[in-house]
């Protein structure tokens, strides 16, 4: 249980220095960033698996570089459903996508 909660602190972090980094990209504060980071979780359960199933041939040709557009489509999901949380454009939740994912993988790492 400690692990899930050290991974979701993190990515909230990561998070908000993606969006601090950006100039596009708003964000309340740290609980937001929670929020936000809880939200992107339960998308990734929910929708994920879906999503990548219906685009497999596409994941397929693109050696797995559509999942980032995946990941930028649940960011900006995450961002219609938080009043608190505004992403500009694609791009700025495609570079949010790959600095989370980045930190997961370093994340996964270190506790795994």
């Known amino acids: 249980m400690s692990d899930l909660l050290i991974k979701w602190v993190v990515n909230a ?20 960033a929670m929020f936000v ?8 359960v929910s929708l994920r698996p879906v999503l990548s199933f219906f685009s497999f041939p596409i994941i397929l040709l693109s050696l797995g570089l559509f999942t980032l557009v995946i990941n930028a489509g ?5 961002a219609a459903i938080s009043e608190n949380f505004r992403i500009g454009s694609f791009w700025n939740a495609l ?18």
């Open 13 to 32: 972090a990561a998070l908000l220095i993606g969006v601090k980094v950006l100039s596009g990209a708003e964000i309340k504060g740290f609980g937001t």
């Open 37 to 44: 980071a809880a939200i992107i979780g339960v998308l990734n």
């Open 74 to 78: 649940i960011i900006m999901i995450a």
């Open 95 to 112: 570079i949010i996508g790959v600095i989370l994912s980045i930190t997961n993988t370093i994340v996964n790492f270190v506790i795994d």
